[in-house]
């Protein structure tokens, strides 16, 4: 029997673990109870069984090995009972401020939004929503701590390392709480919150702490006419930021890490769905000593982000989101010849070649992260799966045999793979894509309704439509939900042909047992990101879209050059 190998300290939160229940394999979350030198306790959170140091605990062996990352457990394969239903832990939070220049201050009206849970329809907080004053005043803010000359902008990389090492500290030691919060508002499965939006954010910190102490700011170039050119990367200025609902916390970070570490200064507009969670980081960037300005918060809706984008006191505009609200953002800052950085809408392609391994207790877990995640309301997801005509039918079970092994449920639930949709307005929206897709010929394979399991919130069933043209609008138009469509093809080229008919070029995947194969399809993909056998955004390399999936990139060390200005100075 090989020893259980366990991820993580005891006491740091649910994991996910696969391993052999009585000679059959389970996956599940479980909560490390203890865990020393190889041996662990661990217990189901499901409540079907207690692991024990390699033993379950009516004494049957057992062997369990890590997840290499904590998604979720996807893949029943063998049968388990049902989830205990668990009364899930419910809040009411009120925000009356807004965090400007350093504090909580009070909002020049007393407009608010009120925050509903997905998975719940309750009213879980509420909070103050920011005017055209409260945007005037968090910009002033950080445009008075970015001018400071003795300020954040101007300090040495490596002291503005070790504050951003300290808020990654500080959001550390709230992490429990952001998922909570992520996962109540917007539905998103709290073993998904937790892995991601409770600790990408600190690592990005981490990440571009280090870029900031290794960083060349200053160049001196030997000047083909003569003389000497120095050229210098100095921090942009002020930065808009704007961050949708789906992953808040990570989406933010996506901005506020490499823009801290060239030494800007940000007026960050979270989405009205999802502003509870950004409490806790203006918390944890005060706790960090982030000097007063340097991250303002202005939680509101669409109207406050186009004042935002178009104020006349900021440098640079990051935006998150909708293809839609993207191209109205460029078109506001191509006149005001503004530098922006787009991350949109995507309609992927999972190219499953004819070799591809589909047996799903080897690649399920990574069919779903690539699929499904966060009910499918995830922008690299492929939404269009590429099925050889050779395999077509095993393609289409094996992604109806996924689909409905996974568990929906309340998100704060930790058993739950799939939550709800993020609002009502959304589902509606999905809904919409889920009868056009009937209309226009497409066959239903599986889901389509709303499950019966749930009263309430605002679930939609993942879903599985065959006999897919890629003309039909659910092959074309982004639906951000649980709803795959499988597309026929016949060889490679008319792969690649598929996956290149699109709008969008965001993510993608090659599904292949040969990697140097799957790496030529990979190539040939107009897209900003594409996996072979699935992939993660990683913090280390750039992640952006083509097309209409946007302009620029985020992540990797790249991403500190957009918060940059190029000068050079000639010494003759
Ligand atoms: P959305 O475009 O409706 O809103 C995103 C944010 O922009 C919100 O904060 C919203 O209030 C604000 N906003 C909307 N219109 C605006 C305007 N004209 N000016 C300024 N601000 C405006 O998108 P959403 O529904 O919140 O998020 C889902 C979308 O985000 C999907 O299309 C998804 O693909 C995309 N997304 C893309 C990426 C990526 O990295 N490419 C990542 C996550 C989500």
């Known amino acids: 029997m090989t020893p259980p190998v366990v991820p993580r300290e005891a006491g740091n939160g649910p994991a996910c673990y696969q391993g052999y229940l009585e000679g059959a394999l389970v996956t599940g979350w479980f909560h490390p109870l203890e865990s020393r030198g190889g041996s662990a306790t661990l217990e189901d959170s499901t409540g079907y069984s207690t692991l024990r140091g390699g033993r379950r605990a009516s004494g049957v062996d057992v062997t369990f090995r890590a997840m290499a990352c904590a998604i979720g457990a996807f893949r029943p394969v063998a049968a388990r009972p049902p989830a205990k239903q668990e009364e899930t832990k419910r809040m009411t939070i009120t925000y009356d401020k807004l965090f400007i220049g350093g504090d909580w201050t009070s909002p020049s009206s007393d407009r608010t939004i009120t925050v509903v849970g997905a998975s719940t329809e309750e009213i879980i907080g509420s909070l103050a929503e920011a005017q055209e004053a409260d945007v005037d005043a968090a910009v002033d803010a950080a445009r008075t701590a970015f001018d400071d000359p003795n300020g954040w902008s101007n300090w040495e990389p490596g002291r503005r390392a070790e504050v951003m090492e300290r808020f990654a500290d500080a959001l550390d030691s709230r992490a429990e709480e952001i998922a909570q919060r992520v996962s109540a508002q917007n539905g998103m499965p709290i073993a998904i919150s937790s892995a991601f939006e409770a600790t990408f954010p600190a690592a990005l910190l981490r990440f571009y702490a280090n870029v900031a102490r290794t960083m060349t700011t200053e160049e001196e170039r030997a000047g083909l006419l003569g003389g000497t050119i120095t050229v210098r990367r100095d921090p942009l200025g002020v930065v808009g930021a704007i961050v949708p609902w789906n992953f808040p916390q990570s ?322």
């Open 251 to 572: 989406l933010a970070a996506f901005k506020y890490a490499p823009a801290l570490a060239a030494g800007c200064t940000l007026v960050m507009k979270p989405s009205p769905e999802t502003s509870l969670d950004m409490g806790l980081v203006a918390d944890a960037a005060a706790e960090a000593g982030l000097p007063a300005g340097v991250i303002n918060i202005v939680p509101g809706g669409r109207e406050v982000g186009a004042y935002l984008v178009s104020h006349p006191r900021i440098d640079k505009v990051a935006f998150t989101g909708s293809t839609g609200a993207g191209r109205a953002i460029a078109e506001v800052c191509g006149r005001m010849l503004r530098p922006v950085t787009l991350e949109l809408g995507g309609k992927s392609a999972a190219i499953i070649l004819d070799d591809a391994d589909l047996d799903l207790a080897t690649v399920g877990e990574k069919l779903f992260q690539n699929t499904m995640l966060n009910q499918g309301q995830t922008c690299f997801m492929g939404t269009r799966i590429l099925a050889p005509a050779s395999r077509y039918d095993e393609v289409v079970d094996t992604f109806a045999a996924l689909a409905s092994s996974l568990t929906i449920g309340d998100a704060l639930d930790p058993g739950t793979q799939i939550g709800p949709m993020a609002s009502s307005a959304h589902r509606d929206r999905v809904e919409g894509y889920i009868a056009k897709g009937k209309a226009e010929g497409a066959r239903l394979v599986l889901g389509g309704g709303r499950p019966k399991s749930r009263d309430k919130g605002w679930f939609v069933e993942p879903t599985i439509f065959a006999d897919v043209d890629n003309k039909f609008t659910i092959a074309q138009e982004e639906i951000f939900g649980p709803v795959l469509s499988v597309i026929k093809y016949n060889d490679d080229e008319e792969a690649v042909r598929i996956a290149n008919d699109s709008e969008f070029g965001l993510g993608g995947s090659v599904w292949t047992r040969d990697p140097a194969r799957g790496f030529g399809v990979a190539t040939r993909v107009q897209t900003g990101n594409i996996g072979i056998n699935g992939f993660v955004p990683d913090p280390s390399s750039p992640f952006g879209g083509v097309k209409a999936s946007g302009l620029g990139t985020e992540l990797g060390p790249e991403a500190v050059h957009h918060y940059q200005q190029i000068k050079s100075i000639y010494k003759q």
